[in-house]
């Protein structure tokens, strides 16, 4: 049965340079690159390419010694042209010099009449070996699913409310048929659950989408991340295991079925105050953004952030996007000092809390050009309530993060950590006057449980 669920705790970050819907071409970069830091959990990296090997888009480049079935691959074709390593020999990049055309390697293909009838595991073996497994992830930990694992349902949010967050209907226009097959596919392993924005306009393809329960969410960011709706619907606890897709993934699924091949093209919002025309582009996962941003942002010291401001990527202008995005962000740096900053009366600066000088619940719709200046140092955990207030989950994150600080397992249990990853308390970062890591603090407790 569907449900419609009305939230009114979080906070809507209005910044100026969300994307225009309209696309724009864009040359192929010449490098692409996959990234291990990008799969969360990976126990230990294993190429299955070296450096000067010839691959296809779908071809293996490497795999989690701890799950070899669950192949990482090509999103084009080209020459492995760098094995980028860091401390430790820890593979940082694999580089693909790309060809000016994509070749595909090829996966058995089905029609759409052939795809109630794929068993399960026939299903589980296209997708790993294709590499649009990883698009599923698991939680509790926020990790790439394991095929063994039976989930108790799987989750998409339809919709994102992270600042700037690109229209999912948009990127997914033209892909009605591969979304649909996707959902048939993910119904093979569990319930499906297709939540939309019930405030806002949904593609047909999310609004009736068939094989799936679709509910309705509304009320300020973080409403759009699936972990809240995940904790409204059918809440984790202890030894519970959720499955979740965003719906990109989800069309990537069903083309896979359909089309036979590991098609990673993508549309991407280049979005951010620092952006002449923010609007959409054509390119494949793991673009280099050279060329994205030639010429398409202002001069300056810039933050380029592969996804949102929240929970995105710090990377330079030769950097590539991130697996898991559909977004490039650009607003100005904030290296600087400014005497008396959070003192002085201002109209241009955005605050949850109502201090003085920061006059911003005055006009909650004003747009603002915000840059990465924290305005302070990390300081002594003070407890003001203000967590809760944007935390829309029966939990009580202040007190979760002192638990995982003090390392007390069974504390964290208590509090909710099988509930959330660190999108879902990424808003308590931006609203912190300590000014502490707040993800990086969460991950932390994240991998304790997991290793215990």
Same mark, same amino acid.
């Given at each position: 049965m569907s449900e419609t669920i009305k939230l009114k705790k979080g906070f809507d970050i209005n910044l100026a340079g969300k994307a225009e819907k309209k696309i724009a071409d864009l040359p192929l970069p010449e490098t692409f690159a996959i990234k291990p830091t990008d799969f969360v959990g990976i126990v230990q990296t294993k190429l299955n390419v070296k450096e000067g090997d010839t691959v296809k888009a779908g071809s293996p480049l490497m795999h989690d010694k701890a799950f070899e079935d669950i192949l990482y691959t090509s999103p084009v074709s080209g020459e492995v042209a760098e094995v980028v390593r860091g401390a430790k020999r820890k593979i940082?990049?694999?580089?693909?010099?790309?060809?000016?055309? *994509?070749?595909?390697?090829?996966?058995?293909?089905?029609?759409?009449?052939?795809?109630?009838?794929?068993?399960?595991?026939?299903?589980?073996?296209?997708?790993?070996?294709? &590499?649009?497994?990883?698009?599923? !992830?698991?939680?509790?930990y926020g990790t790439v699913a394991n095929p063994a694992d039976t989930p108790k349902a799987i989750f998409v949010s339809a919709f994102d409310t992270h600042p700037l967050a690109p229209d999912m209907g948009f990127i997914l226009s033209g892909q009605e048929k591969y979304f649909q097959t996707g959902i048939d596919i993910l119904s093979k392993f569990a319930s499906v659950h297709v939540n939309i924005d019930g405030s806002g306009d949904n593609a047909d393809m999310f609004k009736n989408a068939k094989n799936a329960t679709v509910n309705n969410f509304s009320g300020p960011h973080p409403a759009g991340n699936v972990g809240v709706q995940i904790h409204h619907l059918s809440p984790m606890n202890k030894g519970e295991v959720a499955w979740t897709v965003h719906p990109y993934g989800v069309a990537q699924i069903g083309k896979v079925f359909l089309e036979g091949k590991y098609d990673a093209s993508k549309l991407v919002a280049l979005a951010g105050s620092e952006v002449k025309t923010p609007q959409y582009y054509k390119t494949f996962t793991g673009a280099a953004i050279n060329k994205l941003v030639d010429g398409t942002v202002n001069d300056g010291n810039l933050r380029?952030?592969?996804? #949102?401001? !929240?929970?995105?990527?710090?990377? #330079?202008?030769?950097? @590539? !996007?991130?697996?898991?995005?559909?977004?490039?962000?650009?607003?100005? /740096?904030?290296?600087?000092? +400014?005497?008396?900053?959070?003192? !002085?009366?201002?109209?241009?600066?955005?605050?949850?809390?109502?201090?003085?000088?920061?006059?911003?619940?005055?006009?909650? #719709?004003?747009?603002?050009?915000?840059?990465?200046?924290?305005?302070?140092?990390?300081?002594?955990?003070?407890?003001? &309530?203000?967590?809760?207030? *944007?935390?829309?989950?029966?939990?009580?994150?202040? @007190?979760?993060?002192?638990?995982?600080?003090?390392?007390?397992?069974?504390?964290?249990?208590?509090? &909710?950590? @099988? +509930? *959330?990853? +660190? /999108?879902?308390?990424?808003?308590?970062?931006?609203?912190? *006057?300590?000014?502490?890591?707040?993800?990086?603090?969460?991950?932390?407790?994240?991998?304790?449980?997991? #290793?215990?």
């Open positions: 940082l990049e694999i580089r693909i010099l790309a060809d000016k055309e *994509v070749s595909y390697e090829k996966f058995t293909q089905y029609s759409e009449s052939d795809i109630a009838g794929i068993s399960k595991e026939d299903a589980v073996s296209q997708m790993s070996k294709s &590499g649009v497994w990883p698009n599923i !992830l698991q939680r509790p380029f952030i592969s996804g #949102n401001v !929240l929970t995105g990527e710090h990377i #330079n202008s030769n950097g @590539y !996007l991130g697996f898991y995005h559909n977004q490039l962000t650009v607003i100005p /740096e904030g290296d600087y000092y +400014e005497m008396f900053g959070w003192i !002085l009366p201002t109209t241009k600066k955005l605050s949850f809390h109502r201090a003085f000088g920061l006059l911003s619940f005055l006009n909650p #719709n004003k747009e603002y050009k915000l840059d990465t200046n924290t305005r302070g140092q990390e300081r002594a955990f003070v407890q003001t &309530g203000t967590f809760e207030k *944007v935390t829309p989950m029966d939990i009580l994150p202040t @007190y979760l993060l002192k638990a995982i600080m003090a390392e007390d397992y069974d504390d964290m249990e208590g509090l &909710g950590i @099988y +509930e *959330v990853i +660190e /999108e879902d308390l990424a808003l308590c970062e931006f609203v912190d *006057v300590s000014k502490h890591d707040v993800q990086a603090i969460l991950r932390e407790g994240l991998t304790l449980i997991k #290793n215990s």
